[in-house]
């Protein structure tokens, strides 16, 4: 089957610096896709990685490694409005359908 | 540019009946896709829809069902409803360049409630 996984919580002070994992299982792999979603929100695109490496846009960096399946979202300087739940979508090459984790929700404590 | 409007918000059914969700896409987008989302289970995906035509399908049972208008409109409908269907169905919209990376624009959902 194809999945994804990453954590279902992560708690990190205003200010700081958090990194959400995602680990993928899928067949045809073509890149990564990140999605902000607020409660009671539409999820909106946050960024993606179609090659290895980081891509970096503002205060949010997204990472890829192809070899190790893996990728991850970094948020710098967090600010209380970035508390939400962050989505990982793989994008896979046969029909560029996305194939979704079940979602992170980062707490920001002040 | 208005972004992706869905009706209704929310929507209360009982077991046994049929809902029909519908979506307005971006103007100009011509791909139209339909999500499911429930607590602690991200968004499963539905089917897809171009050009009138479905594209892609996820692993849903033949109650669920869409249709896509010539103006791009998309409709979904839910058959014999289930507890289980009780979820937020949101659309996402996009240009459909060719572009494996294309960004899906989300409207707002639909919150089914099935009692």
């Known amino acids: 089957g194809q999945s994804l996984e990453q954590p279902s919580e992560v708690t990190a002070v205003e200010g700081a610096i958090v990194q959400i994992n995602c680990t993928y299982q899928t067949s045809g792999f073509y890149g990564l896709s990140w999605y902000q979603q607020h409660d009671g929100g539409a999820p909106t695109f946050l960024s993606y990685?179609?090659l290895d490496g980081l891509e970096e846009t503002g205060r949010f960096s997204s990472f890829l490694s192809r070899s190790d399946s893996y990728g991850y979202l970094l948020l710098q300087e967090l600010q209380m409005k970035d508390s939400a739940s962050y989505f990982c979508?793989?994008?896979?090459?046969?029909?560029?359908?996305?194939?979704w984790g079940a979602g992170t929700k980062l707490i920001i404590k002040p | 540019k208005a972004g992706v409007t869905q009706t209704p918000r929310y929507l209360i059914k009982t077991r046994g009946q049929q809902v029909t969700l519908s979506c307005s896409p971006i103007s100009g987008h011509r791909s139209v896709s339909w999500y499911q989302q429930t607590p602690g289970q991200g968004l499963q995906f539905l089917f897809e829809?171009?050009?009138?035509?479905?594209?892609n399908k996820g692993n849903f049972p033949g109650r669920f069902s869409g249709r896509q208008f010539s103006n791009s409109r998309s409709e979904m409908n839910v058959s014999t409803l289930e507890l289980g269907d009780s979820a937020l169905y949101l659309c996402?919209?996009?240009?459909?360049?060719?572009?494996?990376?294309?960004?899906?624009?989300f409207g707002p959902g639909t919150r089914l409630t099935v009692l």
């Open positions: 979508a793989a994008i896979l090459d046969s029909n560029y359908q996305l194939i």
């Open positions: 990685n179609a």
């Open positions: 996402a919209s996009s240009l459909d360049s060719g572009s494996a990376l294309e960004t899906q624009y």
């Open positions: 829809y171009f050009s009138e035509t479905q594209r």
